[in-house]
């Protein structure tokens, strides 16, 4: 793009050309990258004079020091690269300007050619001949020469960087493509043997090529803010030198640290911004083309580093420099719109870094900018036409783009014709004039280039935005100037819209639109919307001036059917309100009957439309302002009436007043219920109809009455229980605990007689009697003083088909907790049953339900209560008997069993389970008892058996024996079956396995029980026979011989049962015994089992 030279008033020698830059172009890496140098050189050409221009306006300034040494305060040139590079020949020393011009090939100038060189000169040239002159002569020139090949090494380098400088200075700003300027790069390094394979290549191009690169991008740093050149020239360098990422990374680190240099010898402020921005635009280009993306990172991630700048703000300079330089691209397009153009431009956004959306919508500004130089006479030119179609190909605008941008230019031309055509249409106009604005708006259209349907739309916008005005007017004026007013405002609202409408019909038909919509609305808020709604509407029903319908109002303001409604009902609704009170005012102050006016006000209704839940809500609030004036006081007969009347006129009914009547005559009902009640407490039947009347009076219904006399029942047994609670206490509090309670309520025990002290007893005691005085008699009356207030009154519901649960709806259970309730009842309930009065009893007796009732208790919490109370009572005749007789007789039972069940009116399961526990705890203490004793009979355990039997108990479940006492019992009952010879070796094993069963051992249990107990028996029965044959007792010996038999043969028919063991007997003493056994005449008729003894035994009987 363009040079800044122009600005400056000079050319610097060499100055960029076209064709230089496409050279450049065509020496990059991919095609895309050719083009885009190309394109950018065709860009330069074309608009070289306009960025000019454009930067003297700006007037833009460099900085620092130039290559050539300019102060800072002269203007920025743009870099010449034959001048730097010439600039940098001329420091270059006269060795290495030989070296160049020097037609010697350079392999020839070394070390290895100069030593040998220079000792056969040192040598000839010696005057005299010995060999050891010759020889000390060519050793100094060995050494000279390695001195010699040294400088040359160094003079080679200093040659290959002033070849590499002149070919740059000659071919760098030149149309010389980079390929042939690398190749020519490539030649010179060769003959100063420092190319890149070989092993000095890394060290020149670490040195001598990376102070090249470094001194141009410094120079290019010093030049304008935003030249297009430095990017692609930059590039060319780098490509042409060869340079690979890292040596590009030394470079620009030392560029940034000359530029942090710069920062503290005084360049600040905004010349410091633009060398940064500058600079790292050019690094991150730089970076871009690397293969490895971490390494551009690294590199990149380095340099912000040391300049202090965040990644954030990276991107954001970065981005803005791109922008710049793109704008300048795009200063040239309006001059020359071409192919080439086009090209020069995508290209130039790509080169520049610059994202896709970012280029299209710079491309569209530019658009933009072009439409609106070109609309500057307020018309499209066909000229103008074809420079907008090459503008669209070259900025490379798609067809929706570029017809967005185009009518955002030409929408105002085309919006100033619609203000003026909306100022007629604002007013009343004929079907032709109609006609001649469409023609007129359609030809306008035409004139600014606009296709049919843009315009159409524009055209409709700009009456949207008309009615927008009359719309915020008409608001105003509802607000400030009045309704008249506001009226008058949506008159010309809905006229304009009406011609808008016929407008655009025309417009759409003309262009051949069928599907665009011919009436215009309005996205009105809906609150103010509905509003003006309402205003209109009520002129409307109101029958005033207005000739337009309010629906068309509703669809401009595109009202929905629910705001449409609302706004009906904030109209409406007042006006029937007011329709209603006048009616019944009317009516009342002698006016025509209110079944009369009622035909007139609903033909006036049919007008509003208005829903039923709206009329209703009218018609409830206009009741209740009729209420008001009534409240609170007992109705008249007349005033009954009108109220009825009112009721009626208005459509409710009964049910729809309800809570108002509730709300004004129910402190009125409730009063009168407790005056009926009067002190006594029970309502009289005078009373109770006359409550009747007034309810229907007052208008309450039967159910909303009842809860009123609940209420006050209510409160009445709240005040009775006060009495039924100080009762209670003196019946089962102990005087000193009742003088406690009674003190911290404020009151003195005294001698109350009536505090009989009972205590925790309940009032009953541990051998209660059935005749003698009542304990807590004082809350039996209290008590039947509740029950009797409650039934003389009514409370009870008698209905059959009420459950006994239900039918008492006001209790008492709230006030007290229902431990002390279930206390209550249970003295109330054993006193009922147990007094000696019969007067009492029966009175008590009839009460009994009903108390608990009045409590909250259900019948079946009542029951639960009695039988604690029987079983209490049971539990200690129980006690009693059992401490006097050892156990319950059948007397005893048959009274427990028979008697107390009618008596109490108890279940008899109940004190059966009694009795069954009694006995329960009386077998246990029998099975502790029997197995403390020193010697357990088998008899003892059968006859214990006989007893559980006989209460249908279980011994393992009922007695809640221990495993230990279990395996006891069970070893006392399988000793005697397993000793007795009557019985066989199968009726044994059925007699151990029922036992077992019957005590509820496991099998492993009962057989490992069992091991150990023949086993441990049969070691005893061997002992004592020894012994007892020791002493002479023979016939002792014999029997426990016998025994010991026994179990052998037990064991003998088991399994799991063998007793072969240690038997704590000497053998010899086993075998004199086994022959007296066995010789002894002592039996039953049986001989002895020789063999099998012999056997468990270990010894012979022979």
């Given at each position: ?517 011919t009436q215009l609305t309005l996205a009105a808020d809906s609150l103010p919307a509905r509003r003006l709604y309402g205003l209109y ?535 004199n015994l086994l022959k007296v056994y066995v010789a002894s005449p002592i039996g039953e008729g049986k001989a002895a089992n020789v ?12």
């Amino acid at each position: 793009v363009g040079k800044g030279n122009a600005a400056a008033g000079a050319v610097a020698p060499g100055n960029l050309r076209a064709d230089g830059l496409a050279a450049w172009g065509r020496d990059r890496a991919s095609p895309s990258q050719q083009w885009t140098a190309q394109g950018l050189a065709q860009v330069v050409v074309a608009g070289g004079a306009a960025v000019a221009t454009a930067l003297r306006r700006r007037g833009r300034h460099g900085f620092g020091r130039g290559v050539d040494g300019a102060d800072a305060d002269t203007q920025a040139r743009s870099v010449d690269p034959a001048a730097l590079f010439e600039s940098l020949l001329e420091r270059s020393g006269a060795m290495a300007r030989a070296l160049d011009a020097c037609p010697i090939p350079m392999a020839l100038l070394n070390t290895y050619t100069a030593v040998p060189l220079l000792a056969m000169v040192a040598g000839a040239l010696v005057p005299n001949s010995t060999r050891v002159a010759r020889g000390l002569a060519a050793a100094l020139g060995c050494l000279l020469g390695i001195t010699v090949g040294a400088y040359l090494d160094r003079a080679k380098k200093d040659g290959a960087r002033y070849a590499v400088l002149r070919l740059l200075a000659k071919h760098m700003g030149a149309s010389t493509a980079v390929d042939e300027l690398r190749s020519l790069i490539r030649g010179a390094r060769r003959r100063f043997s420092v190319t890149a394979a070989g092993p000095k290549g890394d060290a020149f191009e670490d040195n001598a090529l990376c102070e090249i690169y470094a001194q141009f991008l410094n120079a290019v740093l010093e030049g304008p803010e935003h030249d297009s050149y430095d990017l692609p020239a930059m590039q060319r360098l780098k490509a042409a030198l060869e340079l690979d990422g890292i040596v590009v990374g030394a470079a620009h680190k030392r560029a940034a640290q000359l530029l942090i240099s710069r920062g503290y010898s005084g360049l600040t402020g905004e010349a410091m911004t633009q060398a940064v921005d500058k600079f790292l635009f050019l690094s991150e280009r730089a970076f871009a083309d690397e293969p490895s993306t971490e390494a551009g990172l690294y590199e990149m991630g380095r340099l912000k580093g040391m300049l202090n700048v965040s990644d954030k703000d990276a991107r954001q300079r970065i981005s803005a420099v791109s922008q710049a330089l793109y704008r300048q691209s795009l200063s040239t397009v309006a001059g020359k719109v071409d192919s080439q153009t086009g090209e020069a431009l995508a290209g130039a956004s790509a080169a520049f870094g610059l994202a896709g959306e970012q280029a299209a919508q710079m491309n569209a500004e530019s658009y933009r900018q072009i439409a609106t130089d070109l609309l500057k006479g307020g018309r499209l030119s066909a000229e103008g036409r074809a420079t907008l179609t090459k503008a669209q190909a070259v900025l490379q605008l798609g067809d929706p783009a570029a017809a967005s941008a185009f009518a955002a230019v030409a929408a105002p031309y085309l919006r100033q014709e619609v203000e003026k055509a909306s100022e007629q249409l604002a007013k009343a106009t004929d079907a032709v004039a109609l006609v001649k604005t469409a023609s007129a708006l359609a030809e306008r259209r035409m004139e600014l280039g606009l296709p049919a349907h843009a315009g159409t739309d524009i055209i409709a916008e700009g009456f949207v935005a008309q009615l927008r005005e009359l719309y915020n007017k008409a608001c105003k004026d509802a607000r400030i100037n009045g309704e008249p007013q506001a009226l008058a405002t949506l008159d010309m609202l809905l006229t304009f819209s009406a011609n808008v409408d016929t407008v655009m019909g025309e417009l759409r038909k003309a262009s051949g639109d069928t599907e665009g919509a011919t009436q215009l609305t309005l996205a009105a808020d809906s609150l103010p919307a509905r509003r003006l709604y309402g205003l209109y509407l009520s002129r409307s029903i109101k029958g005033a001036d207005g000739k337009l319908d309010p629906k068309d109002l509703a669809r401009v303001f595109e009202l929905s059917e629910s705001d449409e409604e609302l706004a009906r009902i904030e109209a409406c609704q007042p006006r029937l309100r007011e329709l209603f009170a006048d009616s019944i005012a009317k009516a009342e102050g002698g006016g025509p009957p209110l079944s009369l006016l009622k035909l007139a006000v609903q033909a006036e209704m049919a007008k509003f439309a208005l829903p039923r839940e709206t009329v209703h809500e009218a018609a409830m609030e206009v009741y209740r302002a009729r209420l008001e004036p009534v409240s609170a006081r007992v109705l008249k007969a007349g005033q009954k009436e009108d109220l009825d009347a009112a009721l009626n006129f208005l459509g409710l009914a009964a049910k729809d007043v309800r809570m108002l009547h509730l709300k004004a005559f129910g402190k009125v009902y409730e009063e009168s219920v407790r005056e009926a009640m009067g002190r006594s407490g029970i309502m009289n039947p005078d009373g109770r109809e006359a409550l009747v009347q007034l309810r229907e009076r007052l208008g309450i219904s039967e159910e909303d009455s009842q809860k009123f006399f609940y209420g006050v029942v209510d409160e009445r047994l709240k005040d009775m229980m006060e009495d039924v609670r100080e009762s209670y206490e003196e019946a089962t509090y102990t005087k000193d605990a009742l003088k406690e309670v009674w003190k911290k309520r404020g009151k003195d025990v005294g001698d109350d007689p009536m505090a009989d002290g009972t205590g925790g007893s309940m009032g009953i005691l541990e051998t209660p009697q059935l005749e003698g005085s009542v304990r807590g008699f004082k809350l039996m009356t209290s008590l039947c003083t509740v029950a009797d207030f409650y039934l003389k009154n009514k409370v009870l519901k008698e209905d059959k088909s009420v459950k006994p649960d239900d039918a008492y709806p006001v209790t008492v259970g709230k006030y007290i907790d229902e431990k002390t309730k279930e206390e209550m009842y249970g003295i109330f309930a054993w006193n009922a049953v147990t007094s000696q009065d019969a007067a009492y009893r029966d009175q008590w007796k009839a009460a009994q339900p009903h108390v608990g009732g009045i409590m909250g208790m259900s019948e079946d919490t009542m029951q639960k209560v009695m039988v604690r109370m029987v079983s209490r009572w049971a539990n200690g005749f129980i006690k009693q008997k059992i401490q006097e007789k050892g156990k319950l007789g059948e007397e005893e039972i048959s009274t427990l069993t028979n008697w107390v069940p009618t008596f109490f009116g108890i279940g008899a399961d109940v004190t059966k389970d009694m009795v069954q526990s009694a006995n329960k705890g009386v077998l246990q203490s029998k099975v502790l008892r029997l197995l403390n004793q020193p010697k357990v009979l088998p008899t003892d355990v059968q006859n214990l058996r006989e007893e559980v039997d006989q209460w249908k108990l279980d011994i393992q479940k009922d007695l809640e024996l221990t495993r230990p006492q279990l395996r006891s019992l069970f070893r006392v009952e399988v000793t005697a079956t397993l000793e007795d010879s009557q019985l066989s070796h199968s009726d044994k094993q059925d007699a151990v396995a029922n036992s077992k069963a019957s005590f509820g051992l496991a099998a492993e249990e009962a057989a490992s029980e069992l091991r150990e107990l023949v086993q441990a028996r049969a070691r005893g029965y061997l002992v004592n026979a020894v012994g007892d044959l020791m002493q002479g007792n023979e016939e002792q010996a014999m029997h426990e011989m016998r025994r010991l038999e026994l179990l052998a043969e037990f064991a003998e028919g088991s399994d799991e049962m063998k007793l072969k063991q240690e038997w704590d007997v000497a053998p010899a003493l086993r075998a004199n015994l086994l022959k007296v056994y066995v010789a002894s005449p002592i039996g039953e008729g049986k001989a002895a089992n020789v063999e099998l003894l012999e056997s468990i035994l270990g010894v012979s009987a022979k």
